[in-house]
């Protein structure tokens, strides 16, 4: 890129967060909003602007942030992605409107052909038809480079796929998965039934060329019929490469729909939904996205062009004489029963089968993610032993999923030889009455070949659908984990340290247990309070609660005066943070500081790591702060890796930090040094949840939890 179009670039970086800018922000929301849902709200779009207005103004958010934040709270889904104009032709707009920012302001591309773009400008509602040299240079890229863009959709794009009550079923979640790709479904049939009349040449020229030799014996014909048989086989050829085409795109839109709907999803997931489950195993689900591409494709490509080929082929059949339309009949009455009663119970035995096979790559991930614990004595021996009894349970349930497949199979290929013997008998029978020519029969024959050659591959093509659906039911367990609400209000921004209240709170667990139960307790701004308590007090469940990943089921949390169950979780947490051990993704150090906030310079990611004692050693890796690191945190340590939790935290500034556990392992210098910080940077109440009663004691407060999570007599303050 030259450095003019660099400059250019810089110089559209999207608008701050200004009020005077709402009112396009509105404007834009109306024209972004999906095309296939009702028309939003006018006023509904107003309050959505007015609240993520109200929740960003004093933070480092630009519009992009302020775009997305309004469409969740006016009931939409927005999506901020980084996509060369190419990708967002091919594969963002056949599902909906994108949103792009240009020299003239926010403008909304609502349609492409033919390489021109159809676009309307937010501020005065304009539309225009631009090319793509024209909208690049309005964006100020090159062509082929990424650029940032937003989608306004529904509340989730597999958003269908999630299940109201009970589990919805396999077929529902298909039917809803590509619903979006209606459009493109209905250009495959058209191409489908193209290709199944231009099939029709080759029995159509045989039964003619059959007929001209044997009445007229002339070349000219022969030669006419081979032309216009090749002109007929060439277009079939032409509109097949399309349709491969049209089938790429579509698998690609689904990768990235599904891709993008659970990167939004998962944060949102309530902490209930992962109680009693493995969260990276379930995760593993995703894999099945590439089930539903592979067999997707074979399924539009060679299943919707043989099945369109061979019901034209019935159908021209059927005008050949009555009979023959009796034996369509009886060929459509003995698929059904093929596909219907013999494949009973299929898709239930696909799903046990499916079931079991991530049971067996579970464990497996089990030895790699506790290598200790099986390196014990005999631990090696637990590992094979259940290896094998899972390996067991999968080879059981694929045997009995095989033999409905198996028992389909052969009720096909049975289906084949007699369909085949009764068209020879019966054909030769009307030929030799005289109701049937000899060209007929030829043609009639190769027609049948078309539907038998179907039928011979039913057993692949029915397993492949199979295993489609058991695709959707796994999917289907990522879309049904619990979201937290996105209603509520957003709290006020305020300076000063925040102010908690809890009267009689507790919290019931499934199995019937309040822990912790019946907690009065008062937190004053900026007061530096410690929980102690053993394991099992119910310490991290409160600390979860007031961070918003649960609800109490008891009693009333107070934030500044307002019940903590009516404001916005989201907007909760951009002035609560929370502090655990393990929470490191993979990526460098900087990103781990910047995580949700990436306009953090430099000398605040220095001064941070200055606080927890981290500077010195990140210094020392290879890359300093762009030195990669895995999801445990590596090369640091393990205490490094808390370090650097602890150093996220702190440079969010938040008005009510919650660290859990997160001190219990690190060293009195380190608490030293943090304490200090705390008392040196802006204020903000601090709860530490700890088993160490020395971490207590540099506390202000000392709040002690017994075994069943009810309060201990009241201790007197410490000095810090």
């Not at 909906?96 to 591309?109: E, F, I, M, Q, S």
């Not at 009764?422 to 009639?444: C, D, I, P």
Request: with cysteine; hydrophobic share 50%.
């Amino acid at each position: 890129m030259n450095s003019d179009s660099s400059r250019l670039r810089k110089s559209l970086s999207p608008p701050r967060c200004e009020p005077e800018a709402a009112g396009e922000l509105v404007q834009l929301l109306q024209l972004a909003a999906p095309l296939d849902g009702p028309a939003p709200e006018v006023e509904r779009l107003k309050s959505a602007v007015w609240r993520a207005e109200r929740a960003l103004v004093t933070t480092r958010a630009d519009g992009w942030r302020w775009l997305v934040e309004a469409a969740e709270l006016a009931g939409y889904r927005g999506v901020c992605l980084r996509r060369p104009w190419d990708a967002v032709r091919d594969e963002l707009l056949p599902t909906g409107p994108v949103v792009g920012h240009g020299a003239r302001g926010w403008l909304v591309v609502r349609g492409a052909s033919g390489g021109d773009a159809e676009v309307v400008r937010a501020a005065d509602g304009l539309t225009e038809t631009l090319s793509q040299a024209e909208l690049l240079a309005e964006l100020g890229v090159d062509e082929g480079e990424a650029l940032e863009w937003a989608v306004v959709q529904a509340l989730g794009p597999a958003a269908p796929l999630v299940a109201e009550a009970e589990r919805e079923s396999p077929w529902s979640r298909l039917r809803y998965l590509v619903g979006p790709e209606a459009r493109d479904l209905k250009i495959l049939v058209a191409f489908a039934l193209v290709v199944g009349m231009l099939n029709l040449a080759t029995p159509v020229a045989v039964e003619a060329l059959v007929n001209t030799v044997a009445f007229v014996g002339l070349l000219q014909p022969i030669i006419v019929l081979a032309l216009v048989l090749a002109l007929c086989l060439g277009l079939a050829g032409a509109v097949i490469a399309m349709e491969h085409v049209v089938v790429e795109m579509i698998q690609r839109r689904l990768f990235v729909r599904v891709a993008t709907d659970l990167a939004w999803r998962l944060p949102r997931v309530r902490r209930e939904g992962l109680d009693r489950i493995h969260g990276p195993e379930l995760v593993n689900r995703f894999f099945d996205v590439a089930t539903l591409q592979k067999v997707g494709a074979k399924l539009l490509l060679d299943g919707l062009t043989v099945v369109l080929s061979a019901g034209i082929g019935l159908i021209v059949l059927a005008f050949y004489h009555p009979l023959l339309l009796a034996f369509d009949v009886f060929l459509l009455a003995a698929l059904a029963f093929v596909i219907g009663a013999m494949g009973r119970g299929a898709m239930t035995s696909a799903i046990k089968e499916s079931s079991a096979k991530y049971a067996v790559a579970d464990w497996l991930e089990e030895l790699v993610r506790h290598p200790l614990a099986f390196q014990l004595a005999g631990g090696r021996e637990v590992a094979i032993d259940h290896a094998d009894t899972l390996a067991n349970t999968y080879l059981e349930r694929r045997g009995k999923h095989y033999k409905i497949v198996l028992r389909q199979l052969l009720g096909a290929l049975a289906l084949q030889v007699v369909t085949s013997a009764m068209l020879l008998g019966l054909g030769g029978w009307l030929v030799k009455v005289g109701q049937l020519t000899l060209g007929q029969l030829v043609a009639s024959w190769l027609i049948v070949s078309l539907v038998l050659a179907a039928v011979t591959k039913l057993g692949g093509q029915l397993e492949s659908v199979y295993d489609m659906l058991a695709a959707v039911d796994k999917l289907g367990y990522l879309f049904d984990l619990p979201l937290e609400l996105e209603t509520g209000e957003t709290p006020d921004r305020r300076e000063r340290p925040a102010q908690v209240e809890l009267q009689g709170v507790g919290y019931a667990w499934p199995d019937g247990r309040v822990i912790p139960t019946s907690l009065d307790l008062s937190f004053a701004p900026g007061e530096t309070v410690a929980l102690l308590g053993p394991c099992g007090s119910g310490k991290s469940t409160l600390l979860e609660l007031l961070h918003g990943q649960r609800r109490n089921t008891h009693g009333r949390i107070d934030y500044d005066g307002v019940d903590l169950r009516s404001l916005r979780p989201a907007a909760l947490r951009t002035q609560v943070a929370l502090a655990r051990s393990g929470e490191v993704i993979a990526g460098t150090v900087a990103d781990n500081l910047r995580l949700g906030n990436p306009g953090l310079r430099l000398d605040t990611l220095q001064a941070v790591l200055e606080a927890v004692g981290l500077w010195d050693a990140v210094q020392r890796l290879p890359g300093g702060l762009d030195t990669e690191l895995t999801s445990f945190g590596r090369p640091l340590s393990a205490r490094q890796a808390d370090l650097l939790v602890l150093a996220r935290v702190l440079a969010s500034e938040p008005r009510l930090l919650l660290l859990d556990g997160v001190l219990d392992g690190l060293d009195e210098r380190t608490h030293a040094l943090l304490f200090s910080h705390l008392r040196e940077r802006p204020p903000c109440t601090v709860i530490v949840a700890t088993q160490r009663r020395d971490v207590a004691q540099r506390c202000a407060r000392i709040v002690e939890l017994d075994d069943r999570g009810t309060l201990r007599s009241p201790t007197p303050e410490v000095q810090a």
